[in-house]
């Protein structure tokens, strides 16, 4: 059993892991990972690429920089929070803000150190990604469809780290990349219809605030319409392998995400599109190991 101490401890950390959203930071590094071994550096053995101490700082000062993302925008949303997600707010309160703003000082500063073992323009790209994570928390996220935009260019970011380490520019980077901007994008139009009530109340000027509810449903069926672009692009023109049933399944699932989303009216019909829009994300990740199920085998010597 634990004792009391032990449990504020654990209580603690599950509201620090909780406000940093470990499980979106787990996500990208694996994400991070897979891309660099299957895409940005497919011609490079998979153990060069997994021992690459360059990539694993640039890895973690993307994880560290994220996360001091999410620390700064749960600051800058508090009150926001305790009306759409209460219930995760009162979990996240149990860390004071002073300790949230040490801990956002913390992971930025670690971020440039990790980057500057790199080289100086990966500093560069970080200080401006993080001034840019501010940036949008403090001002662009209140502004109707810059916020939106800034938002999704700002999730993919790490990504770009990456792909600069490698100067890969094969043209399937930028597909895959259009492809998941969308995918963002029209979850960023969700996560604003889901987060209305608390929007309305502290004048956030989102899109369904600004335009309405109807306004933002033909938005995202927009976006829906011009990801099959990309999609189509990436099934009939680009070797991709198994992962051609990924994107057949994303299909499927926008199908189903258009149909409900003209439908929805409430709160919760709008929480399981916004999951909807994450089961296709994560799975995209993984979904990356079906481009070639051999390839590591293959390339681990």
């Avoid at 995760?88 to 803000?97: F, N, P, R, Y």
């Avoid at 409900?260 to 916004?274: A, N, P, Q």
Wanted: aromatic share 16%; glycine share 2%; no cysteine.
């Amino acid at each position: 059993m634990f004792t009391r101490k032990q449990k504020h401890i654990l209580l603690k950390f599950f509201s620090l892991f909780s406000v940093v959203r470990g499980y979106n930071i787990l996500v990208i590094v694996i994400a991070q990972y897979l891309t660099s071994v299957y895409i940005f550096a497919h011609n490079i053995p998979v153990k060069k690429v997994l021992l690459d101490l360059n990539l694993l700082m640039l890895v973690l000062a993307s994880a560290a920089v994220v996360a001091a993302g999410y620390i700064i925008n749960n600051f800058y949303d508090s009150e926001k929070d305790l009306i759409n997600r209460p219930n995760k707010t009162m979990l996240d309160k149990l860390v004071s803000q002073n300790t949230k703003l040490s801990f956002y000082f913390i992971l930025n500063f670690s971020a440039i150190v990790m980057a500057s073992y790199v080289s100086f323009n990966p500093v560069l790209f970080f200080s401006a990604y993080i001034f840019a994570i501010w940036f949008y928390s403090h001002k662009l996220k209140k502004m109707p469809i810059v916020g939106n935009i800034v938002s999704a260019l700002l999730t993919i970011a790490p990504f770009f780290a990456i792909f600069i380490y490698y100067k890969n520019f094969d043209t399937v980077i930028f597909v895959h990349a259009s492809f998941l901007f969308l995918i963002i994008a029209i979850r960023e139009l969700a996560k604003d219809l889901e987060n209305m009530k608390g929007d309305l109340a502290l004048n956030y000027r989102t899109i369904p605030v600004v335009y309405g509810e109807k306004t933002s449903k033909k938005m995202i069926t927009f976006l829906i319409v011009l990801t099959l672009i990309p999609l189509y692009l990436l099934i009939t023109k680009f070797e991709i392998g198994y992962m051609t049933y990924y994107f057949y399944l994303a299909i499927a699932l926008l199908i189903i995400f258009l149909i409900f989303l003209w439908k929805s009216t409430t709160k919760t019909h709008y929480v399981i599109l916004h999951n909807i829009l994450k089961v296709i994300i994560v799975a995209g990740v993984f979904g990356i190991l079906l481009i070639d199920v051999n390839l590591v085998l293959n390339r681990i010597l």
